[in-house]
């Protein structure tokens, strides 16, 4: 018992590495998205532009991974690896999809994510982010 109890702590310890890794490489993926420092644009500044896509971003992460780690099927090393390429295919179809919007819509979102008023861009790719995880959730299911 004590030994089961030790692999799961040791296995959520490795899964919480990968999910802390995964967020901060989502953190850097919108901040390079968005013009001047996203912590002061959040933090600072108060926008909700850019906390609503780091949000969708942070959400989108956790759905991928919390459905990798279950279909993992108590394999600790490929639930691992497979929650780590998951992760990582995740954030990258999150970005292509915010340089998509960003190709296919006037202006430069990027720029609007940085304004101070909400603006309507910002739920579509917020949503196009969690889309995103959603499908990607239900492949891997």
Same mark, same amino acid.
């Given at each position: 018992?004590?030994?089961?109890?030790?692999?799961? !702590? !040791?296995?959520?310890?490795?899964?919480?590495?990968?999910?802390?890794?995964?967020?901060? #490489?989502?953190?850097?993926?919108?901040d390079?998205?968005?013009p001047?420092? !996203?912590?002061?644009?959040?933090?600072?500044?108060?926008? =909700?532009?850019?906390? #609503?896509l +780091?949000v969708?971003?942070?959400l989108?992460?956790g759905?991928?991974?919390?459905? %990798? $780690?279950?279909?993992?099927?108590?394999?600790? $090393?490929?639930? #691992?690896?497979?929650? #780590?390429?998951?992760? $990582?295919?995740?954030?990258?179809?999150?970005?292509?999809?915010? +340089?998509?919007?960003?190709?296919?819509? =006037?202006?430069?979102?990027?720029?609007?994510?940085?304004? =101070?008023?909400?603006? =309507?861009?910002?739920?579509?790719?917020?949503?196009?982010?969690?889309?995103?995880?959603?499908?990607?959730?239900? %492949?891997?299911?």
């Open positions: 018992m004590l030994q089961d109890l030790l692999a799961g !702590l !040791l296995a959520a310890v490795a899964y919480g590495v990968i999910g802390v890794a995964m967020m901060a #490489l989502g953190y850097v993926l919108v390079l998205a968005t001047g420092k !996203l912590r002061d644009l959040i933090w600072v500044h108060r926008n =909700p532009n850019a906390a #609503l +780091l969708s971003g942070l989108g992460v759905i991928i991974l919390t459905t %990798a $780690i279950a279909a993992s099927a108590n394999d600790l $090393i490929a639930g #691992l690896i497979g929650t #780590l390429a998951y992760g $990582i295919l995740g954030l990258v179809l999150m970005s292509l999809s915010f +340089l998509l919007i960003d190709a296919v819509t =006037p202006g430069k979102l990027g720029d609007e994510l940085a304004s =101070p008023n909400i603006h =309507p861009a910002t739920w579509v790719s917020a949503t196009a982010h969690v889309v995103i995880a959603v499908i990607i959730a239900a %492949a891997i299911w």
